[in-house]
């Protein structure tokens, strides 16, 4: 038993002991929300769920599709700034810095009703999809620019002179040597950074964005069924949300052996 619940940190735990406190864990987790539910003298009931599932799918398909287009759009976002924040045109770099830095240091929330009240409203933008997709890329790809500029200044520079010794042209240099140490570097990064933009998609339904959050908003105004709605709720972006970051975690391991 010892040996089941005593490890030291760096080394491995087995399967059987990975098992066993995960659910000694889980069980202590439970048995202090059950306790706190009896204390409030609360009884959940979570029979809505049936009745608005139709809601709840396309809400939850929704958020899927803010997710992976507001991470593919602010990618190249993150793309173009990273490369910017080095380029030797000084405007150029100072915008893509003073973007990142404004980004980074505000809220999304602000941001939120900054571009849609304002400039969406200045631009015609009405689409509330639309809008919610270019907010949330904006946000995440400056969080992504970090990330991949970070990733490019640990590549060591003797390496282009290096395969141009061996005869490699620039895009060859880029294509077989940099790319795959890149990839390496940010990789586990930007899994997990996909992971909050679904989280950050929430905050979307302050512009009535008809995703998760704002479905279940909906939901409970109508049943009352408040911490109900909000506990499935945050059971369905665990759905979403664990399985990328475990991805994340073993794209880390896996790269930091390849290193």
């Not at 038993?1 to 059987?16: A, F, S």
């Not at 204390?39 to 769920?49: E, G, N, V």
């Not at 907010?135 to 390496?159: H, M, T, V, W």
């Not at 506990?231 to 369905?236: A, C, D, R």
């Amino acid at each position: 038993m010892k040996h089941i619940l005593l490890i030291p940190e760096n080394e491995k735990p087995t399967l059987t002991a990975a098992i066993i406190n995960t659910l000694l864990v889980s069980v202590l987790l439970i048995a202090l929300f059950w306790i706190s539910l009896n204390q409030i003298q609360m009884t959940l009931d979570f029979s809505f769920i049936g009745t608005y599932r139709i809601r709840l799918i396309k809400g939850f398909g929704m958020t899927v599709a803010l997710g992976l287009i507001g991470f593919i759009i602010s990618f190249f976002i993150g793309l173009l700034s990273a490369l910017g924040q080095s380029c030797k045109i000084l405007a150029v770099r100072y915008f893509c810095n003073l973007y990142v830095m404004l980004i980074r240091g505000t809220p999304l929330i602000m941001q939120i009703y900054l571009f849609f009240y304002i400039l969406g409203t200045a631009w015609g933008i009405e689409n509330r999809f639309v809008a919610g997709i270019l907010i949330l890329s904006l946000f995440e790809g400056a969080y992504i620019a970090e990330i991949l500029r970070a990733g490019i200044q640990a590549l060591d520079p003797e390496q282009m002179e290096a395969a141009r010794a061996v005869g490699f042209t620039r895009k060859q240099t880029v294509r077989f040597v940099l790319l795959p140490q890149l990839i390496v570097l940010t990789v586990p990064s930007l899994t997990g950074q996909f992971a909050s933009i679904i989280k950050d998609s929430s905050l979307l339904s302050m512009i009535a964005v008809i995703e998760l959050t704002q479905t279940i908003r909906e939901i409970t105004a109508t049943n009352f069924k408040l911490f109900e709605g909000y506990l499935f709720l945050g059971f369905l972006y665990l759905c979403l949300t664990l399985p990328i970051t475990l991805l994340s975690k073993r794209l880390e391991r896996r790269f930091r052996h390849e290193a």
